[in-house]
């Protein structure tokens, strides 16, 4: 089988935090063409992959964006149909789309036309960037709602869901200090947390994605503020402690780090990526990933590059980073495709699966790749309840999940 991740990289403007590559339309002229020139160019990567992989069962789609109404869900659906006529769509375990919640009515026309045309499929995951409910960070984020404004995107939004839909909402934990009616400081305003709280209890959602606020050299708010301390990491990851254990509080499971849902309501994508499935990441500088158990996957190797040894068992691709050579069919950039010897897959096996709810079923078939003593440092780890061993399995717990890059830097020889 394969997986579908689209990358929709429009927005009305980037957040300042923001670090993904994506266009805001509202600041460029000709936003129709470029838009135009997009999906045609998609298309032409989608019947790419297609000429090879055609037999292929697609397991899930994953629509990944800022602001979707700069494509209308007439587009959406052109996608989708497209990748139906070069792919066999029958067995489709989910369809997910994420984005922006705004403009709002907008949103709601989004959900209620792929409600409508798709409601045949077993599975649509709509993941809405809520972000935060404080004001404050809202309005320095430079995100285009206000807590007010959510709260009443909510509510309408309930009165769309059907059954087969799973509501999935990002939260940030920021770190963000505010001054109370007394002047004192406290690190989430009392309302909104409340509301927050209320809200993860009110059942309208199936999962949570709650991540911590990370600055790179190419978001917005790295180059433009003067102080770049504003946000402190223990306060982040105070904050973040904070609004997981009121998600863990409401009943959901901890499916991933940064991940939580009800009870078979995980996101089916995030489970391919992790558990290192085929899949395919279509536009700029996406990087995919295959198997050679894919049909016609040494005829793919040989046509990305015939030097290629074809007895290789992993491949990862990434497209190019220049928009103009992959409108004119060059999608793949043949300086940074790598070849996954049996060590790059096992420390990529073992980093990933660390990161989920799933056991390890053999920690011995990674000790080529783990330091020394790793069976010592495992016991120890168990000892503290820091993980959770069975014979020769091992998964993390929920506190050793928040410091996974400890575990990770201490148990790999190299990373």
């Not at 254990?245 to 992790?274: M, Q, T």
């Not at 074809?310 to 793949?332: A, L, V």
């Amino acid at each position: 089988m394969l997986s579908l991740y689209i990358h929709i990289p429009f927005c009305n403007q980037k957040c300042k935090y923001c670090s993904f590559n994506i266009f805001p339309v509202n600041n460029l002229e000709n936003s129709q063409k470029i838009i135009d020139n997009y999906i045609s160019s998609l298309e032409k990567e989608i019947d790419f992959y297609a000429d090879y992989f055609w037999s292929q069962q697609i397991k899930s789609i994953y629509f990944w964006w800022g602001t979707p109404s700069k494509i209308w869900s007439k587009n959406i659906i052109r996608i989708i149909d497209r990748i139906q006529s070069r792919f066999n769509l029958e067995n489709l375990a989910e369809l997910s789309l994420e984005f922006n919640p705004y403009p709002k009515e907008e949103i709601y026309e989004l959900v209620k036309t792929l409600n409508n045309h798709y409601k045949w499929f077993s599975r649509l995951r709509y993941s809405f960037w809520i972000q935060s409910f404080d004001n404050k960070i809202l309005q320095e984020a430079w995100r285009e709602t206000s807590f007010l404004w959510l709260v009443d995107f909510l509510r309408g939004l309930r009165e769309l869901k059907q059954e087969n839909n799973v509501f999935n909402f990002d939260f940030i934990a920021f770190g963000k200090f505010n001054e109370t009616r007394k002047w004192n400081l406290q690190l989430r305003d009392q309302n909104t947390l409340d509301f927050f709280q209320n809200f993860v209890n009110s059942l309208l959602a199936e999962s949570f994605s709650l991540y911590t606020l990370e600055l790179f050299p190419w978001s917005l708010r790295y180059h433009q503020d003067k102080n770049k301390d504003m946000f402190a990491d223990d306060d982040i990851y105070e904050e973040f402690s904070l609004l997981k254990e009121l998600i863990l509080d409401a009943g959901y499971i901890r499916y991933e780090l940064s991940n939580f849902s009800k009870l078979w309501k995980s996101s089916i994508h995030n489970r391919v990526y992790r558990d290192m499935e085929n899949y395919i990441w279509l536009w700029v500088s996406g990087s995919s990933f295959l198997n050679s158990d894919i049909e016609n996957y040494q005829k793919f190797i040989k046509k990305v590059n015939s030097d290629f040894d074809t007895k290789n068992k992993w491949i990862r691709i990434t497209n190019t980073q220049s928009i103009s050579d992959y409108i004119n069919w060059n999608f793949i950039d043949q300086n940074n495709i790598q070849i996954l010897k049996d060590d790059d897959y096992l420390i990529e096996k073992f980093f990933l699966g660390l990161r989920t709810d799933q056991w390890i079923t053999d920690i011995d078939e990674f000790k080529s790749v783990l330091v020394a003593n790793y069976q010592s440092l495992i016991e120890t780890y168990q000892k503290d309840w820091f993980c959770i061993l069975n014979d020769k399995k091992m998964k993390l717990t929920d506190h050793w999940m928040d410091v996974f890059n400890s575990i990770i830097t201490d148990l790999l020889e190299k990373i």
